[in-house]
């Protein structure tokens, strides 16, 4: 059946848009494929990382860590440092080396594999349990402006508690008893009424 005129012209019009419009059209498909697909190689590549990461902490770290072969658990965690540094494995392996340090009294050691983390980790979570872990080196150490700096991190508010705890402990330690009582007060404002520190903090706001 023959096209009428009004037929004809919205072809037409059809026709003239697809030369105009048709080709960025088809590149924005053609970008958002790749995209996809992209995303699909990364999360594979992700896994596959992390897979890698994991082989790389059984095998070499956590075997010399269970030996007391602390040079070549060293060794083991620079390597995931060096080619997985954003794996779940690194961030693993070195919050335990910090922490092996930290019990054996070798602080600027266990400073160290946190600074690492510090810098290189933007979990929320990870980085309070690593700016926690830093302050209480650098109070162990007395080195107390360096561990209220580190506890000026910006954090998540629902750490504000727990830092604010720390920060009275510190200020405990340098005989600050006006400092202290305050900073326990506002961790008091800040923690959940169902934390179970409640009571410990209430009993240090006291002293």
């Not at 990461?53 to 075997?63: L, T």
């Not at 602080?107 to 990870?126: E, R, S, V």
Request: cysteine-free; overall charge negative; glycine content about 4%.
């Amino acid at each position: 059946m023959a096209l009428d005129l009004q037929d004809q012209e919205e072809l037409e019009n059809a026709k003239r848009a697809w030369k105009l419009w048709g080709r960025w059209v088809f590149f924005a498909m053609l970008i958002a494929a790749t995209i996809y697909l992209g995303n699909i190689v990364w999360k594979g590549q992700v896994e596959k990382r992390n897979a890698a990461a994991a082989a790389v902490f059984d095998s070499e770290f956590a075997a010399a860590l269970n030996k007391g072969d602390n040079a070549n658990a060293l060794k083991a965690v620079q390597k995931i440092q060096t080619e997985y540094p954003n794996t779940f494995a690194a961030t693993q392996a070195t919050l335990a080396l910090a922490d092996d340090a930290f019990v054996n009294g070798k602080y600027d050691d266990a400073a160290g594999h946190l600074k690492w983390l510090l810098q290189t980790q933007k979990h929320p979570m990870i980085r309070a349990a690593v700016v926690q872990r830093l302050a209480t080196v650098y109070l162990q150490q007395e080195k107390f402006d360096d561990a209220l700096a580190v506890l000026n991190e910006k954090l998540e508010p629902e750490f504000a508690g727990r830092m604010a705890e720390l920060k009275g402990d510190i200020y405990l330690a340098q005989g600050k008893a006006n400092e202290a009582k305050q900073a326990f007060t506002t961790a008091l404002q800040q923690l959940p009424q169902d934390d179970p520190s409640r009571e410990l903090v209430e009993m240090k706001s006291k002293l």
